[in-house]
């Protein structure tokens, strides 16, 4: 059973084809990212108007990469949330127009259940990936750290589970951007907060984990606390403007608060889950989302756990359509989330 997968939440024109949501056949991102960086984050007009010119080049590549055809096309997937509206629109309109025209079944997916679905991916007939080497087990508990959400999920089975906590304000990778943002690194600033902090201190500063809900997180207060760390490092006051900070703080004081910011981001996600496996005790662990690609979050994890541990391949942490592709395949084989191609709303609020 192969399905197409189109994801177009945010900035990035991803399609893929998965076969059984298991088996990857190909995997085509086109991203508007260069775009964003002049702005420091993504401006969704822009995001928008690049999904339309990419959508049909991104798939009719994604087909040749998988050497198939419509014929072999078993149903359609794509994601109808959350995210940007106009990003949303753009693959919603073209999964129902092709959904009619090629007449195959429509399946309306989560992005945020998508991302944990990737996990599902543990074959492919493409070169340079590494995937899980078993399918996760149930129950599992579901790590979500991405730049819109962070949130740990309790997985009795495939489409039977429960919210155990999230974030009361900003999400991980949120934060990551806005302290790249503070030390003048580019957008995305998750990958390059981790670039800068291998050169620095983990201990160099002492930062506050926040003291929320047992298993919920809060990250606004850590990103505040970078903030005033950066200005009294320069010898300002609070009132000291933020975009001024990274002109006047060294290499070395800014590699010393990537490091240390990074250090207490990681062990708050570690020490929750922690929590969770003692009270839980799953038999898989998943990762998932956008910083799910930090090496520190995947090497901490893997230390403290000895239950199996699935991660995506790094490329499939980030936004991409594989993991639309086999959330559909596990939403077909269940039916979960039929849609019909005349009607599909898309809904930018979608919680999981
Ligand atoms: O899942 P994703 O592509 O989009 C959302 O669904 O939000 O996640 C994007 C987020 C951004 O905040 C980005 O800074 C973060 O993931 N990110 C990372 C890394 N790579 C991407 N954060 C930390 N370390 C990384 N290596
Ligand atoms: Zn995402």
């Known amino acids: 059973m192969k399905i197409l997968g189109i994801e177009t939440s945010c900035d990035e024109t991803a399609v893929a084809v998965v076969e059984d949501g298991t088996k990857l056949l190909s995997n085509v991102v086109a991203t508007s990212l ?21 959508i049909i080049p991104v798939i009719s590549q994604s087909l040749d990469q998988a050497k198939t055809e419509w014929s072999n096309i078993d149903a359609l997937a794509v994601t109808y949330g959350a995210g940007l509206g106009g ?16 007449n195959k079944p429509l399946i309306s997916c989560s992005h945020v259940l998508g991302h944990i679905y990737a996990n599902f991916i543990n074959s492919t007939t493409l070169q340079g990936y590494q995937l899980p080497t078993s399918q996760p087990e149930f129950p599992f508990i579901a790590i979500i750290v991405s730049g819109g959400h962070t949130q740990l999920a309790l997985f009795k ?14 999400a991980i990778g949120e934060a990551f951007d806005k302290v790249a943002k503070i030390l003048g690194l580019p957008y995305p600033g998750g990958p390059a907060i981790a670039k800068i902090a291998a050169n620095g201190q983990d201990s160099a500063y002492s930062l506050p984990k926040a003291k929320v809900g047992k298993y919920d997180f809060s990250f606004s207060g850590l990103k505040t606390a970078v903030l005033r760390l950066a200005q009294e490092q320069v010898g300002e006051n609070y009132d000291f403007p933020s975009y001024m900070l990274s002109e006047r703080l060294n ?29 839980f005790k799953p038999r898989s ?24 541990l699935l ?21 077909f084989k269940h039916s979960v989330g039929l849609a019909d191609a005349y009607s599909l709303e898309i809904n930018p609020n979608l919680s999981m």
């Open 251 to 279: 290499k070395a004081q800014k590699a010393n608060i990537a490091a240390s910011f990074q250090h207490i981001a990681i062990e708050t996600i570690v020490d929750k889950v922690k929590l969770a496996v003692d009270e």
């Open 311 to 331: 991660m995506p391949d790094i490329k499939l942490c980030t936004d991409n359509g594989a993991m639309i592709g086999a959330l559909g395949g596990w939403q």
């Open 87 to 102: 990003s949303l629109l753009v693959g919603v309109m073209s999964a129902r127009t092709l959904s009619l025209i090629k």
């Open 157 to 170: 089975d495939y489409f039977d589970y429960q919210l155990i906590g999230k974030t009361q304000d900003d």
């Open 285 to 308: 662990i998943l990762l998932a989302g956008g910083v799910a690609a930090n090496s520190l979050l995947r090497e901490s994890l893997l230390k403290s756990f000895s239950c199996p």
């Open 34 to 54: 260069d775009l964003h960086a002049v702005y420091g984050g993504v401006v969704p007009e822009i995001a928008a108007r690049s999904h339309l010119e990419s």
